[in-house]
């Protein structure tokens, strides 16, 4: 599929529910006693594989007509053992944070994964869950417990731990407390960078209790009381503010446009991206900023306009993780040279985004010199990229979005060679651009 120069972008659009929140919104509701509700989730295929994964341990799921989707629980500690392996397509995210679940049940699954997933690192969650006694087993000829296919045997009871995060991940983080939930005692995660806090907001308001304190050193700490008995609650989920990067970034780019993205989450743990654009010289407001289900939420008013360069602290990485392809774009049309650090956990995404940035945005004409550990970009200063190449989105939706917007503002179309991958995210992103009028 192409994507070439753009008129104005004019309108008002609605990104779907936060894929972070949904996939706990499933998790959580299957673990309660009775029946949840659950507004506004993500139809994607990683919230999909979710769904088919705590049906397949034992929760009834359905959509209903409306939208609304139903989740019958079976109570923490009541997951069946499953049938099958549990196939998590794509998605990272169902994989670490169920790992977590089966971790402190008495049922044995195996997770299996697409050639992107099965590439990324799970030595991160088998070792603190191992801590907790679970007990895993890889296939043979992958090295130790750290890559798909792996079988987990859980244990049960399972040993509360207190662990340190090595680095800033959520995933980890939640893999843990979700192990916690069905482990006598209590469980800590000690964060020392803050990172997406879904987990906890959700654990408490399913009723779980949580202790969150500051140390001496300025890091988190977030305790769980095991053996939870979580009430089924309604929720509501809030509109993705990683898929809205998508639609800003491109408002704030394209010529002439003005963009109404509605219902977006701005939790201050994911609203790194508003904040960066913001410093380049972005026009984005926030109106009616609300509360919506326990997170804080508001509609953005975004309008093109010139962005400078930017340079950005490590400690905001957390809070942006997922965004910064699409701001590399962003970069690529500003003027100035830009520079982003501390981005080690790019390369063990759905795709090394680093160097898959690097080399995709060389080939459509941006100059970029790659880090280590990040990326210095220097921009045009608005006069558009050359575009005219294929990018191979290596089944990572983010870069396949990142390149359809960069498409928007360049001299000749930008062919990404595979968009199937946005469907893990965002299916209805085609939809939505052409919703504003891009071609
Ligand atoms: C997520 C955490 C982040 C993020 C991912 C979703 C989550 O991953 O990149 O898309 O829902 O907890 P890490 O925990 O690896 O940073």
Not at 144 to 169: D, E, F, K
Not at 211 to 236: C, F, Y
Not at 344 to 366: C, N, Y
Request: glycine share 12%; proline share 6%; aromatic share 4%.
């Amino acid at each position: 599929m192409s994507f070439g120069a753009s008129g104005p972008l004019m309108g008002r659009v609605r990104v779907p529910g936060d894929k972070s929140i949904s996939h706990r919104s499933l998790m959580l509701s299957a673990l309660a006693v009775g029946e949840s509700r659950i507004e506004g989730l993500l139809e994607g295929e990683d919230v999909l594989a979710t769904a088919a994964a705590m049906r397949a341990m034992g929760a009834d799921i359905i959509r209903e007509a409306d939208g609304v989707w139903r989740v019958h629980g079976v109570g923490v500690g009541g997951l069946l053992q499953p049938d099958t392996a549990l196939d998590m397509g794509n998605s990272g995210t169902s994989t670490r944070l169920l790992m977590g679940l089966v971790a402190s049940h008495n049922i044995t699954a195996t997770f299996t994964g697409d050639a992107s997933l099965s590439k990324r690192p799970m030595g991160r969650v088998t070792e603190p869950l191992g801590n907790m006694g679970a007990d895993f087993t890889c296939s043979p000829g992958t090295k130790g417990n750290q890559y798909l296919p792996i079988m987990v045997r859980g244990a049960c009871p399972a040993v509360p731990i207190t662990y340190r995060l090595p680095m800033a991940s959520a995933q980890v983080k939640s893999a843990i407390l979700l192990a916690g939930l069905n482990t006598p005692g209590i469980t800590t995660v000690i964060e020392p960078v803050p990172t997406r806090d879904h987990s906890e907001r959700m654990l408490a308001g399913f009723g779980a209790k949580l202790d969150i304190s500051t140390d001496a050193d300025g890091a988190r700490v977030i305790s769980i009381h095991g053996e939870a008995e979580l009430k089924p609650q309604h929720v509501i989920v809030p509109g993705d503010p990683s898929s809205a990067a998508f639609p800003m970034v491109a408002a704030c780019l394209v010529p002439g446009s003005e963009v109404r993205i509605e219902n977006v989450g701005i939790n201050p743990t994911r609203a790194g991206l508003i904040h960066v654009l913001q410093s380049m010289g972005a026009d984005i407001q926030l109106v009616n900023e609300r509360i919506v289900g326990g997170e804080p939420v508001a509609d953005l008013i975004v309008r093109h306009g010139p962005l400078s360069g930017v340079e950005t602290a490590p400690e905001i990485v957390p809070a942006m993780v997922d965004e910064f392809p699409i701001l590399f774009v962003a970069a690529a049309l500003a003027k100035g040279t830009s520079r982003f650090t501390g981005l080690e956990e790019l390369r063990v995404k759905e795709s090394d985004r680093i160097s898959v940035m690097a080399k995709g945005l060389t080939a459509i004409g941006a100059r970029v010199e790659e880090l280590e550990d990040g990326l210095i970009v220097h921009g045009t200063g608005g006069t558009p990229l050359a575009g005219g190449a294929t990018i191979a989105a290596e089944l990572d939706h983010r870069i396949a979005m990142s390149f359809a917007i960069a498409g928007l503002v360049s001299a000749a179309p930008i062919t990404i060679d595979d968009m199937s991958p946005v469907a893990t995210s965002f299916p209805s992103f085609v939809d939505m651009l052409a919703s504003l009028g891009a071609k």
